[in-house]
Nanobody, 121 residues
């Protein structure tokens, strides 16, 4: 049974940093992604990483500020978020990429429960 558990969210001031973690069980050797959903908005792609970690992908809105990484020995994917802005406020989800492009939500399955990130101005 596949299970994804996100952690690391919280309240931070603008310009601050947070590191999210996504611990996975029941699967291995899958590309993974992070998405976020703000109130009243669609869930949107944030970042993704290949199963080896050699390739990473980012939304333009977070490029240069966020870094995705993984530790396959721990079956964990991370999202380091720096220079946070109020518009980064959302629930952040990790998910398993099942095929197709990295940027499309429809290519992901097995979602975690999400972790809230709130950035105050």
């Amino acid at each position: 049974q596949v299970q994804l558990v996100e952690s690391g969210g919280g309240l931070v001031q603008a310009g601050g940093s947070l590191r999210l973690s996504c611990a996975a069980s029941g699967l291995s050797r899958y590309a993974m992604g992070w998405f976020r959903q703000a109130p009243g908005k669609e869930r949107e792609f944030v970042a993704a990483i290949s199963w080896s970690g050699s390739s990473t992908y980012y939304a333009d809105s977070v490029k240069g500020r966020f870094t995705i990484s993984r530790d396959n020995a721990k079956n964990t994917v991370y999202l380091q978020m720096n220079s946070l802005k109020p518009e980064d406020t959302a629930v952040y989800y990790c998910a398993v990429k099942m095929g197709g492009t990295y940027y499309s939500r429809s290519n992901y399955d097995y979602w975690g429960q999400g972790t809230q990130v709130t950035v105050s101005s």
